[in-house]
C-alpha cells in the first residue's frame, strides 16, 4: 500500500507545489524561521521563539586552530535558523599569530569586517579597468568594506591573536577560496591546461592537486 | 502505519522542497493563483476560473463600524486567490463621520489614497533630515500618496460617513499600528523602558497595556 | 567662451556622473519628488509641499471623450511628481455607453480595476500552455485583477456611462495598444508579413496602416 | 484509509511548505536543477551530472518547418533542467526561405538575435513617446538586442534558409504572438468588441476566429 | 552671462541626465565611491584609495552620551563614501548603564546585533497574526537578527556600560524612532487625533509634543 | 571666471542629480541608450537609430588571436550602446587550436556557451558542499550553461580553429581571470601571504607576479 501512498503524495506534490516566482520580491510574512536549520520552508510561526533569532557565546569559539591558523563561527540560516530569508549573514574570525584566510571571492555578497582585537591586513582587487588592489593595515576599532564579486585577502599583522567581526549582505554568500576551487575541485581540473593558465609546469599542478586545501566545512557557509 | 506514512512524506518533502531563490527575480508562469488562498503554492491551471481574480461587493461592506468608526473590505491574495504573486493588494474603507485609523507603517509597500465620498485629511512623516509631518485634506476625487515605509494618519473630517479606495505595491503590505504594536504587543514590552522612551509615568504605560486597541483582523492583512 | 564652458560641463559630467546602478534596489531617502514632472531627478526636499504627492479633481475630467468613448486621468511621476520612484500609478476611466479600450499589454505592470460606476466587462489571455480567455462582467462595487505583462481588454456593458479606477504597480506601466502599435508603427512594419501574419489580404493591412487609432497621449503615460 | 492519508498529507504540507519569499532575492544555492524538468524544485545535487547543464545538436532540429516556415529548437529550464531559476534561455530558429515569426511580445525578457546563416529583418515599436518602428536587416555574423516588453517582427529576407541564435534573460519569456494571442484565445474574445478595435468587420474577425494560428507548442517556452 | 552659461548647463543636463532605472539590477562597476559623500555619483576611480572603503576608531566615540545614555558610530556611504551601492551598513552603539535606544522600525533593512560588552536586552515586535513580543537578554559574545521592517528595542541590562556592533542591509536603513516621529514631528498632528489613537488625553499629547525627544542627527542615518 | 562657471555648475549638480535609487526595479522608458558609449546616460530618443541596437561582423574579428589562443568580439553598452539597462550582454569567441580562456569568474552573471564551430570543453566548479568539477566536451550544435558566479573553464579540444557565441544575463558580468586577479594585481599582492596561500615557494610567486597575462582590454567587459 505503501506505493499507492507515494503515488498520491507525488501526484499531490505536482499538482500542488510547482512554486511560483513572483513578480514582487517583498516577503510575505514578518519571518521565515527555517525548518529544519538550512531549509527554507518555514517553521510555524506558533512554535517560534526568540532562541530562533539568537546565537550565544560567538567568542568562545569551539573548534581550535585550522592548519591556516584560523577558527571561524558563522551566522547564518544554517546556524541560527531565524536567518532564513533576511539577507544578512554574521561571522567571528579569531586569527592566530600568523594566522590568514586564503584570497577569495563571495560572488553573491558585500562584506563589511570589524576588528576587534589586534591588527589585520585586509585587500581587494577590482575587476576594471585594471587589477588594481587596494589593501589597508586595520587596527582594533577600524572597518573596511569588501565590495560584492572583488578577490579579497585577510591575514593576521599582529604579534599575538587578532579577532574580526564580518557582515554580509546574504543569507548564503557563497565562499570561492583560491587557489582551492582551481585545485581542490574533483574530478581533477584537466592540468596541463592549468599548467598553461598558471604558467606554472604540469608536474607542479598535479602535484597541488593531491593538497590538503583550506578547511572549507558546513561552517563556513 | 500511519507513522510510515508520514515518514515517507517527510523524505519526499526534503527531497524534492529545498525550494530555491532564484537568480531571477521575474515570474516563471502567468499567475501563481493561491491554493488555498492564503497560501503560496499554485492552483493548477486547468482549475482556476475568471472568480479566482475577482472579488463582489466591496461597495457593501458586512462588519460594522469598529470602535475606531472604520469598516474595511481588503483585497489581496488572502481574499482573492488571484492576487498571490502578482504585487498588489487594494481596500476600500468607510469611515463614520468621526472615525480615523491610527497612525500606522506599512514597512513594505506604498500607498495610494483615493477618495470616493465625504473628505480625508491624510499625512505622512518624514524620517530624514528631520520629522516633516506633510499633510492635506483631500475631498471627493481627490488623491494622495504615501511613500513606501513612512508613518502615517488618515481621518474622516467630514461630516458624513467618507469612503477611500486604496492601493499598495505589495500583496501583504504588513501593518504596523501606533501605538498598538508598542502597547498591545504581548508578552508586555518591559514597562519601564517605555515608560521613558514616551516620557510618560509607568502606571499610566500600564495602563495603556491594559486596553483594547484597533482591531487588526485577518482582513486588515 | 561657450565652448569653453561647453566643454567644462562636459568633463564635469563624465567625471561626476556615472550613475551606478546599485546592487541594492532599496530607496536611499523617503521620496524623491520628480523635478521637472516627468523627470527622474529628485526636487530639493525643502521646496517639496504635499501638493507634490496630491492630485485633485479625477472625479472630473476635463477631457472629452475620445473616438472610443473613453475619458481617463492617469496619475503616475509625469502628472504627480510625488509618484517618482515609489511603484504606484493609479487612473480614472469613464466609459461612455459604447465605450471600450482596445486590447492592450502593460509589459511591465499588474492592475487592479475596480468598478465605481456602471459595469464594465474585463478579461485577460494567458501565455501557456494556451491561450485562455479569462473574463467577467463587473457590476459597481466589483474589482478584477490583471496578472503583469496579459494582453487584456475593457469594455463599458452598461446602458450608462461606467466608471472604473485601475492601479498599477510601477511609475510607467507602459501600454502597448493591439492593433495600434501594429498598424500605428512609423515606418509602417512591411505589409506583406503583416497580411500573412494576421491573414489578411495585403491592401487591408495597407489600408488599415493609414487609419487614426487609440488616442495614445502623454497622459496614458 | 487513503483519505486519512491524504489529510496526513495535507497537514504536512500546510505545515511545511509556506514557503516565503525572500526579502533578499540572491540565490541560496549553485543551481537549482528542475526536477523534474518543467518543475522549479531542486534535483538532489548528488545526483546532478553535467549533462544537466547541457543540451546537443540544436543545429540539426527534430521538427519540420512549420506554416510559417520556421523550425526552432528552445534551451530553458523546460528541456536542460540546469537552465531552472539562473536567469537565461536561449534558442536556435531556422527560417524557410519565406519563412517569418508573427510580430509578438516577451513581457518578461530582453532578447538578442544573432545571425548565423542567410539575413533576417527584425525590428520593435516602441510604445512612448510614440509607436515607432525600429528595424534593420542582419547579416551572417550581425546582431541586434530587442529591448524587453516591445512588440518584435523577424522575416527572413534571404533566397536562402537562414538560421538565428537568440538569447534572453529570463527562464521563461512567455510569447504573447500578435494577432494569435488576439484571435486563437478561447472562448472567444467578444467579435463586436474586437471588430471595433480592429477597425474591421465583425464577419472578418469571427473567421479569424476559428483559424489555424502559429504553432506555440511546449518547444516555445 | 552667467544666465547663459546656466541655461547651457540646463540644457546639458535634460538631454544626458534623463537616468534610466534599468531592467538589471546588478551593479554596473565594481563600486562607485559616493562623491562627495552622501551623494550617489561616483567618484572617479583613478582618485579613489583604499581609505574611500575604510574608517579608523569606531571604539573611541567622540560624541558624549546622549539624553538616552546613548553614543553612536554609525558607517555607511555618508561617513564612509565607499559603502556607497553596496547595501550595507555598520554601526557600533555604546550605552551608559541606564541607557537605552526607544523602540524604532528600520522599514528598509533587517538588522543584526552582536554584544561586544556587557549584556543588552532586545526584543521585536510581529505584525501578523498577532502583536507578538520576542525578546531575549543577550550577554558579550550573543548575537541577535530583527527582521526587516519590524518596531524592535534595545536597552542595557547591565551595571556597567554596555557596546554592540550592528550591521544592517542596506546603505541607508531609515530611523522611525517610536514616539518621536509621532509626537516631535512638525507641524503637529492634530492633537485630538492623537489622543484618541493614543488613548491619552488631549493635553498630554499636546504636552508631549513640546518635548524633546531621541537625538536624531545625521549620524544616525 | 572659469571657476565661476565651475561653482554654478557644482550648484546645479546638487541640487538636479542626487539620483534616486528607486523602490521600483522595473525600467522606467522602452530602452536608454547610452550616451556616449559606455556611459550610463541616456541618449535622446530622438537621435536613436535602429544601429544603436545593431553590430556587424562578429564573424569576422579584427584583433589577431592573443597569446592564449583567443580572439573576442564582446557585444555589450561598452559597444553597442542599445544594450544599455537591457540586462544582456553577447560574445563571439575564436579559438586557435590549443586556445584556452583562463580559469574565471563572473560574480554578476550567468552564461550560456554555444558551440558553432569545432569542439569545446567547458566546465564549472561548485562552492558547496564540496568544489565538484562539472565538465563536458561540447560538440558543433551543443550548448552548457555555467551557473552565476562559479568558477569556470573553457578550451579548444578540436584539431581546427573552433568558435563559440555566449550570453551573458547582465550588460557587465564582470571577469575575475584565475590567476591573473592574483598575479596581475597592482601594487603586488603580499608574497610570502600568497606562497602560503598557493603551497608554492614565494621566489615562484614572486616570480608570478612578473609575468604577462591574459589580455583583458575594455573589449572583455
Same mark, same amino acid.
Given at each position: ?8 503524495? %507525488? ?14 520580491? &517583498?516577503?510575505? *510574512?514578518?519571518?521565515? /524561521? ?13 512554535? /517560534?521563539?526568540? !532562541? ?6 560567538? !567568542? &568562545? ?18 546556524? +541560527?535558523? $531565524?536567518?532564513?530569508? #533576511? $539577507? ?19 560572488? &553573491? ?5 570589524? /576588528? #576587534?582585537?589586534?591588527?589585520?591586513? /585586509?585587500?581587494? +582587487? ?10 589597508? +593595515? ?15 585577502? *585577510?591575514? !593576521? ?5 587578532? +579577532? ?6 546574504? *543569507? ?12 581542490? @575541485?574533483?574530478?581533477?581540473? !584537466?592540468?596541463?591546461? #592549468?599548467? $598553461? ?6 608536474? %607542479?599542478?598535479?602535484? #597541488? *592537486? ?5 578547511? &572549507?566545512? @558546513?561552517?563556513?557557509?
Amino acid at each position: 500500500m505503501a506505493s499507492n501512498v507515494i503515488l498520491l503524495i %507525488t501526484l499531490a506534490l505536482s499538482n500542488f507545489i510547482c512554486i511560483s516566482f513572483a513578480f514582487d520580491p &517583498r516577503p510575505l *510574512q514578518d519571518f521565515c /524561521v527555517a525548518d529544519p536549520p538550512g531549509n527554507t520552508t518555514c517553521k510555524d510561526p506558533k512554535a /517560534v521563539t526568540a !532562541n530562533d533569532f539568537s546565537l550565544s557565546c560567538l !567568542n &568562545r569559539p569551539t573548534d581550535p586552530f585550522n592548519a591556516y591558523g584560523i577558527t571561524a563561527v558563522l551566522d547564518a540560516a544554517a546556524t +541560527v535558523p $531565524g536567518f532564513n530569508t #533576511l $539577507g544578512l549573514a554574521f561571522a567571528r574570525l579569531e586569527y592566530a599569530p600568523s594566522g590568514y584566510v586564503p584570497p577569495h571571492i563571495h560572488p &553573491r555578497s558585500t562584506e563589511v569586517i570589524y /576588528v #576587534l582585537e589586534g591588527a589585520i591586513e /585586509v585587500g581587494f +582587487v577590482t575587476t576594471y579597468p585594471e587589477y588594481k588592489y587596494y589593501s589597508k +593595515v586595520l587596527n582594533k576599532g577600524d572597518l573596511f568594506i569588501i565590495p560584492v564579486g572583488l578577490l579579497h585577502s *585577510q591575514r !593576521n599583522v599582529a604579534r599575538t591573536n587578532s +579577532v574580526t567581526a564580518a557582515a554580509s549582505n546574504t *543569507q548564503t554568500p557563497a565562499f570561492i577560496f583560491m587557489p582551492d576551487s582551481v585545485f581542490a @575541485a574533483k574530478p581533477d581540473i !584537466n592540468s596541463h591546461y #592549468l599548467a $598553461g593558465a598558471f604558467k606554472l609546469d604540469e608536474k %607542479t599542478v598535479k602535484d #597541488l *592537486q593531491t593538497k590538503s586545501w583550506y578547511n &572549507r566545512s @558546513a561552517k563556513t557557509m
